[in-house]
């Protein structure tokens, strides 16, 4: 019998842990609540976590924080549960590597929602957007290590690059010179739809532009379709180990 997918929840609200926790394992999800991130790199540390529900303000190391060190170390799936409307804190938040976000106050029924997609998202593309398995890839004279997710420009110099710009420049380099809409992007970077008004992908393509040192008034590497999404423009030379 397959085991249950298990789920760490980060937040210092014993309310809404024990809410979440039974609301989650009455849906059949192995479930692990914790107050703060030393409790949270303990529980990781004695057993596999399939999905980590991190919330942002935390006493000790706050959520952000807490995210981009584990994110340093692993790809485990992170939702960040943020304060409603707070846009910077939710960009923030992927920027430091989350695959997503659930303004406060939210249903748990909606928490469920999400962790579902983005657990069948990291293990199962769609059969025509499944990435290459080589180790590097290379364009425009830059190398992407994606064992190590490490990414160096032409100069030799290595260049930072955050959980959702990896992800990002992943899928695009994984298919080159094919228009992808918002709708396909969130869906691969962050597992759920585009809702109206939402420009958290324009944000992160700008952003990762900038990485790239394309320049944003002329790009060369990252190019707008208008009406249809982005393309991206470069040859990828795929190298195994």
């Not at 928490?111 to 997609?117: E, G």
Request: hydrophobic residues 40%.
């Amino acid at each position: 019998m397959d085991r249950p997918d298990h789920i760490l929840i980060v937040d210092d609200d014993a309310e809404i842990r024990s809410l979440l926790t039974r609301y989650l394992e009455k849906n059949g999800l192995r479930v692990t609540a914790v107050g703060d991130g030393r409790a949270m790199w303990q529980a990781l540390d004695r057993a596999t976590v399939d999905l980590l529900v991190l919330d942002l303000m935390l006493p000790g190391d706050d959520g952000l924080t807490l995210c981009r060190t584990l994110r340093a170390r692993s790809d485990l799936p992170v939702i960040m549960l943020t304060a409603r409307g707070d846009e910077t804190d939710r960009i923030v938040g992927l920027e430091m590597g989350a695959d997503d976000y659930l303004p406060k106050p939210f249903s748990a029924r909606e928490l469920l929602a999400r962790i579902k997609v983005i657990l069948r998202r990291t293990r199962a593309l769609p059969p025509n957007l499944k990435p290459q398995e080589e180790h590097l890839l290379r364009f425009a004279g830059w190398t992407l290590d994606t064992a190590r997710r490490r990414l160096v420009a032409p100069d030799g110099e290595a260049a930072p690059i955050g959980g959702v710009e990896y992800k990002l420049l992943r899928v695009f380099l994984d298919h080159p010179n094919r228009v992808l809409d918002r709708d396909q992007l969130l869906d691969l970077t962050q597992g759920r739809e585009a809702e109206p008004l939402d420009r958290s992908i324009d944000v992160q393509i700008s952003r990762l532009r900038r990485r790239l040192r394309d320049d944003p008034q002329s790009p060369q590497l990252l190019k707008t379709v208008r009406g249809e999404g982005y393309v991206f423009t470069a040859t990828v030379d795929q190298v195994g180990r």
